[in-house]
């Protein structure tokens, strides 16, 4: 419980833009408490729980980490909404749909705010990241069936996967390098000014898809590290 508790007490807090003693004192606890309860080192009652929930306004399962959405709603694949230049195209097997409706929701924000952000050079960056990551998949279900035809790619066989990964990784640095300014210096990072409760309001149809894109994803990244990291 703690890892997950502890994270997302202190992201609503810092939300809130208010600090551990506004609201340790509101919770009737010592400022040391919330800060062991914030960094994971002791761990609270259930009883406690309930009443952070009540504080922020969201539920347990969201406290604990059970669900992506403040209000602790799980949803299906077909409360998911579709894009709609594509909705009823895909068809089939559960899984696939919803991942699509996970990154396609997704993709619908990112792209919002780089609309708001108004700058090239980190549209650029993105998009260039993103086409290559979908070329990257493409290329390898393509080659799986060895009667595709291989002229389809321009790229040699022997070389597009490293080359590949290291466009990504290039524009993966143009991307760092136009967020922190760059020598213009004309990025306006407030412009990408963002957190739970905005996007929620902002995007009511497509949020829950991103939140559930970030905690699946997240699910992975910790599947790779070493036990006890």
Not at 139 to 150: D, E, F, G, M, S
């Amino acid at each position: 419980m703690a890892i997950e508790f502890n994270r997302v007490i202190t992201l609503l807090r810092k939300e809130r833009g208010i600090t551990q003693k506004q609201v340790a004192q509101d919770l009737g606890i010592s400022q040391a408490q919330l800060s062991h309860y914030e960094k994971g080192i002791r761990e609270c009652s259930l009883a406690f729980v309930v009443q952070v929930a009540d504080y922020y306004n969201v539920s347990c399962d969201y406290l604990l980490g059970r669900s992506a959405e403040r209000s602790g709603q799980t949803i299906t694949v077909e409360e998911l909404p579709d894009d709609a230049n594509t909705a009823g195209r895909y068809r089939g097997s559960v899984l696939p749909t919803m991942y699509k409706k996970l990154i396609s929701n997704s993709l619908d924000i990112l792209y919002d705010k780089l609309e708001t952000c108004r700058d090239k050079r980190v549209t650029t960056a993105v998009s260039e990241y993103l086409m290559l990551a979908v070329y990257r998949m493409f290329r390898h279900l393509y080659q799986a069936a060895p009667k595709n035809v291989a002229s389809l790619f321009r790229v040699s066989p022997s070389a597009w996967e490293n080359h590949a990964a290291a466009a990504q990784s290039l524009t993966e640095g143009d991307l760092r390098a136009a967020l922190q300014g760059g020598e213009r210096g004309d990025f306006d990072p407030a412009a990408l000014g963002m957190n739970t409760e905005s996007l929620s309001k902002d995007y009511p149809r497509h949020a829950t898809s991103l939140f559930n894109l970030i905690k699946n994803t997240e699910e992975v990244i910790r599947g790779l590290r070493p036990k006890g990291e």
